[in-house]
């Protein structure tokens, strides 16, 4: 299991679960929403955080629909964090939200790009050739069986078999979260969804996602 934070203050609790639970690979790594609460030295403290265990970076992102987020400085914030996890040879998980031409132009200019993964992936299926030509490997919750989410489920259906990945995330604001969706447990509930839309046994879906994960997390895993 990877358990990501979202800022400094949660670096600590994240170090602290991965030691009690050896199966949790911990992220570290600052949110686009909260670029704004770094103190000056937080790249330093992040890349000691990362050397702290087996570790990798995240989540990380760009944001444009967090209006009162000041987006040059998410870029920044971005970049600075990406070279580090490049320069450390760590997976990063990425966060994007409207931005796609963003992280795109910023990712093609990567001669070896760091393997990042695409939490809770909300873009386009037009897109997915382009992210899996650059290494991206793809994450999904259990959305993608909801009828209203068509976007979403012809991405889900254009996704490489062996980019994909599953999560369980609910953000508090988000009120049409299943409950299931917050704990680790829901997981096994995730992929059978996902094994109902691309008509595969879950078992079968299942290993192939386990088989994506030890080789997005490497050594770290």
């Known amino acids: 299991m990877a358990c990501a934070s979202t800022e400094p203050g949660d670096w600590a609790k994240v170090a602290s679960l ?6 949790i690979v911990p992220c570290f790594g600052v949110h686009p929403w909260f670029v704004d609460r770094l103190q000056e030295h937080w790249l330093r403290d992040l890349e ?3 050397r702290s265990s087996r570790s990798c970076m995240g989540e990380i992102g760009l944001d444009r629909a967090a209006k009162d987020k000041d987006f040059a400085l998410q870029e920044r914030v971005f970049s600075q964090q990406y070279a580090l996890a490049e320069q450390m040879a760590r997976p990063a998980m990425i966060h994007c939200v409207k931005a796609w031409d963003k992280l795109m132009a910023y990712l093609k200019h990567k001669t070896t ?3 990042f993964l695409l939490h809770a992936y909300s873009g386009g299926a037009d897109m997915v050739p382009g992210l899996a030509k650059l290494g991206a490997y793809f994450s999904f919750d259990g959305h993608v069986t909801e009828d209203k989410r068509q976007k979403l489920r012809k991405a889900f259906l254009a996704v490489p078999k062996d980019r994909l990945l599953f999560e369980t995330d609910c953000p508090p604001e ?3 979260c299943k409950e299931w969706f917050a ?4 997981i096994k509930t995730v992929v059978e969804l996902g094994a109902k839309v691309l008509d595969m046994a879950p078992g079968e879906l299942a290993d192939i ?3 994506n994960s030890r080789r997005f997390f490497g050594p770290f895993s």
Not at 183 to 186: L, R
């Open 113 to 115: 790009p760091t393997p």
């Open 48 to 50: 000691r955080a990362l």
């Open 174 to 176: 988000d009120k049409e």
């Open 209 to 211: 996602a386990w088989d």
């Open 18 to 23: 991965a030691q009690s639970h050896p199966e």
């Open 183 to 186: 704990e680790p447990s829901g």
